[in-house]
């Protein structure tokens, strides 16, 4: 477990990003440097835990701003890792999983996690996406001091912005920060089809197109949340969230 990026002094540089905290937690030394070596060179602060344990303490200890998290870790795996952590505070988390599997990414994205990324990858497309999501969690704050007025209904589907809350028929849905912002961006123009690549652009902020996959994901993960009815693909284009017929 190290902490980088410190003045001759002990205290913190003045490199961009250098307020952010990542923690790393992967078992594997060779991953886990070059992630801690690229994030370092973005000027984020790092530390790393090698098992699911001693990521619990150091989450607790540390309060880093975002994790970066392996899905299969010695003593327990990172799902357990994200829900202990996500119990104890809401904190973005990015999961690494080693198979290229669906039942995985969603299991991922039901306990608390905001992306994956499927080994291997690049080092450039994984510092994009923790700057993404760090982003994304300034937005949130800044949404949540200068609300939109009023809440969306949609039937019998509830948006509240200010408080970023999600009802289905008056029962309380918890949402990813991410699902809140894919759900808001499809429910600002109902009905309309918006393809992977633009939800892409507008949600995660960027728009290779070898991400679409990561749209899908969050797409089920979100219909599983509040209903799969509310959600249209249209095949070869994207989706749309449905309305209630006048």
């Given at each position: ?5 410190t003045?001759h ?25 070059a992630?801690?070596t ?14 699911g ?8 200890a540390?309060?880093?701003?975002l ?6 870790l ?5 799902l ?100 809140f ?12 089809v ?15 197109a ?15 949340k ?21």
């Open positions: 477990m190290e902490q980088t990026q003045s002094n002990g205290t913190a540089t003045a490199t961009p990003g250098a307020q952010r905290r990542v923690l790393v937690v992967e078992d594997d030394a060779t991953i886990v440097d992630i801690a690229r994030l370092r060179a973005e000027g984020f602060l790092v530390q790393t835990a090698g098992d344990p001693s990521a619990v303490d150091t989450a607790e540390w309060q880093p701003d994790l970066i998290l392996d899905i299969m010695p003593g327990f795996d990172g357990e890792v994200c829900r202990r952590v996500q119990a104890q505070r809401p904190v973005p988390v990015l999961m690494l999983t080693a198979r290229d599997d669906e039942t995985d990414m969603l299991v991922g994205l039901g306990v608390g996690a905001d992306d994956y990324m499927t080994k291997p990858f690049s080092m450039r497309e994984l510092a994009a996406r923790v700057h993404v999501l760090l982003r994304r969690m300034e937005r949130a704050a800044l949404a949540a001091t200068t609300p939109r007025s009023g809440i969306l209904r949609l039937g019998e589907l509830e948006i509240d912005h200010a408080q970023r809350r999600v009802r289905v028929r008056s029962e309380d849905v918890h949402l990813t920060p991410t699902e912002d894919l759900l808001v961006c499809l429910a600002n123009t109902p009905r309309a918006l393809s992977r690549e633009q939800l892409l652009a507008e949600v995660w902020d960027w728009a290779d070898s991400g679409t996959r990561t749209v899908d994901s969050h797409i089920k993960a979100l219909r599983r509040i209903g799969a009815e509310r959600i249209r693909t249209v095949h070869g284009v994207g989706y749309a969230l449905e309305t209630p017929t006048p």
